[in-house]
C-alpha cells in the first residue's frame, strides 16, 4: 500500500500510512489495547469513550466523572504504547459528551470520531485547539453540509470526515425505508455524494469510509468511489488485541449470514447484530430494566414503571438497558446481552482470531492482489 491517508493540513497534520481506520467499539471493545495495536501497523487506533467508566468504583453513583476518568486512563496507556496515531470515539447522545472531549483536548489524542448523532458542537468545544483533529461520522450528504453549516460559525471545517454506510455494525444513521434502498443509500453512492459536497465547499479533506469493509480488495473498490481509506469495526473484533472478551469474538465465530440482523434500540436508531436469545426477548419486550442511570440522553430504555405508550412507540416495544446489555457483552454474558455487528461477521471463521498484525499483512496482500 503506497499512497498515504493524511488528516489536516497544518503542522499537526497526521499521516496514516496504512490508510486504515479503526472504529471506536463500545462498550469496552476497543480501548487502548487494540487501539495502540493498529496505530503500531500504521492504522489509526480508536479508543471507544462508551460505557468506558463501568469498572470505575464510583460509575452509579458519578458517571460523568468516572467515566473521563477512565477515558484518560485508557488515553494514557495508550500512548505509553504507540507513537503511532491514536484517538478516541465519543458518541454524542452520552452524557459525558462534552467532558470526555475536554479529556481528549488535555491529553493531546490525535483525533476525535464522533457521531451517534449530529456532533454539532464539537468545533466549538475544541476551541482554537487544532493538534486533535475532528472527525465527524456521518451517514448522508446531507448530514455533512449542516455539520459544515454550523461549524464555519466557529471558524472551522472538519479535518476529515467519516462517512458510514448501511452494512456497517453497531447503531445505524439509516431508516428501515432507506435500509430498504440500497440502490440509493449504498455506501459508494453516498462517499460520492459526500465527495462532491466538500468539492462545492472548496475544501480539501478526506473521506474515510466504513460499513461492510471486510478485505483489501474493498478498501481498493471504495477508494476507486473518492475515498482515501477505510474504517472496520467488524474484522478487529476477532484480533488477539481487541478488548472484546472470549464469548463475544466466539458470537462472530460461531454465527452465520443470516443471524446477523437490524435491531430496534432503545436510543430510537437501528443497528446491526448478531441475534440472539436476549435481543429475542427483549424486541418482545420482556427485558424491562429496573433502573435507569440516564447515561444517554434520548434513551428509552427506563425503567418499567415509566414505560408508557409513547415509549413503546418510539422503541417498537422493546425498551431494554442499552448501556446494561453491553456492559453484560463485554464482561462474556451474552445470555444478558448482544453482540453489534457488521454484515460480514460470519466471515470472522474464515481466519479465526489472528493477531493485528497478521491482518493488517492479510488485508495489504489483499489490496495488492486487487490491482
Ligand atoms: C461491536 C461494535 C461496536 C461498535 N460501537 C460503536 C460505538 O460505540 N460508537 C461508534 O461510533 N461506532 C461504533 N461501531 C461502528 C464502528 O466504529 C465502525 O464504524 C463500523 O464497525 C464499520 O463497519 P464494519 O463493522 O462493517 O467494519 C461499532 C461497531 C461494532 C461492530
Known amino acids: 500500500m503506497t499512497k498515504k491517508l493524511v488528516i489536516g493540513h497544518d503542522k499537526y497534520a497526521l499521516e496514516v500510512p496504512a490508510r486504515i481506520f479503526q472504529g471506536g467499539m463500545g462498550v469496552g471493545l476497543s480501548l487502548s489495547g487494540l487501539a495502540s495495536a493498529v496505530a503500531n501497523e500504521g492504522g489509526a487506533g480508536t479508543i471507544s469513550a462508551a460505557g468506558i467508566g463501568m469498572y470505575e468504583p464510583d460509575v452509579y453513583e458519578n458517571l460523568i466523572e468516572a467515566s473521563s476518568r477512565a477515558l484518560r486512563k485508557e488515553i494514557v496507556k495508550a500512548h505509553a504504547l504507540t507513537d503511532g496515531v491514536v484517538g478516541a470515539n465519543i458518541m454524542v447522545p452520552q452524557a459525558e459528551y462534552e467532558a470526555d472531549v475536554q479529556v481528549c483536548l488535555e491529553e493531546g489524542v490525535h483525533f476525535i470520531a464522533s457521531g451517534g448523532a449530529l456532533p454539532m458542537t464539537l468545533a466549538e468545544l475544541a476551541g482554537s485547539n487544532r493538534k486533535t483533529k475532528l472527525l465527524p461520522i456521518v451517514s448522508s450528504e446531507r448530514a455533512f453540509r449542516l455539520i459544515l453549516k454550523r461549524w464555519k460559525r466557529s471558524g472551522r471545517y472538519p479535518d476529515g470526515v467519516i462517512v458510514e454506510g448501511p452494512n456497517a455494525g453497531g447503531h445505524l444513521g439509516f431508516s428501515r425505508e432507506e435500509l430498504a434502498n440500497p440502490d440509493y443509500y449504498c455506501l459508494e453512492k453516498i462517499v460520492v455524494r459526500v465527495r462532491e459536497v466538500i468539492e462545492k465547499e472548496g475544501i480539501d479533506i478526506p473521506i474515510i469510509a466504513a460499513g461492510g469493509i471486510y478485505t483489501g480488495a474493498d478498501i481498493r473498490d471504495i477508494m476507486s468511489h473518492g475515498a482515501s481509506g477505510a474504517q472496520m469495526g467488524t474484522r478487529l473484533v476477532t484480533t488477539k488485541e481487541s478488548e472484546a472478551p472470549r464469548e463475544f469474538k466466539d458470537a462472530y465465530l460461531n454465527c452465520n449470514q443470516e443471524d446477523i ?67 453484560n457483552a463485554k464482561k462474556g454474558k451474552m445470555k444478558h446481552g448482544f453482540a453489534f455487528a457488521g454484515v460480514n461477521a460470519y466471515r470472522a471463521k474464515e481466519t479465526g482470531i489472528i493477531s493485528v498484525h497478521e491482518l493488517f499483512e492479510i488485508l495489504k496482500r489483499e489490496y495488492e492482489e486487487s490491482a
Do not use: W
Not at 426477548?281 to 430504555?301: D, L, R, V, W, Y
Not at 412507540?313 to 425498551?319: D, F, I, M, S, T
Open 261 to 327: 440482523g437490524i435491531i430496534e434500540s432503545p436510543l430510537g436508531l437501528l443497528g446491526r447484530a448478531i441475534k440472539n436469545d436476549f435481543l429475542e426477548q427483549a424486541m418482545a419486550g420482556k427485558k424491562h430494566p429496573k433502573k435507569c442511570f440516564e447515561c444517554i440522553s434520548g434513551c428509552a430504555g427506563v425503567g418499567e414503571e415509566v414505560v408508557t405508550e409513547e415509549v413503546t412507540k418510539l422503541v417498537g416495544g422493546a425498551p431494554f438497558c442499552y448501556t446494561m446489555a453491553l456492559v
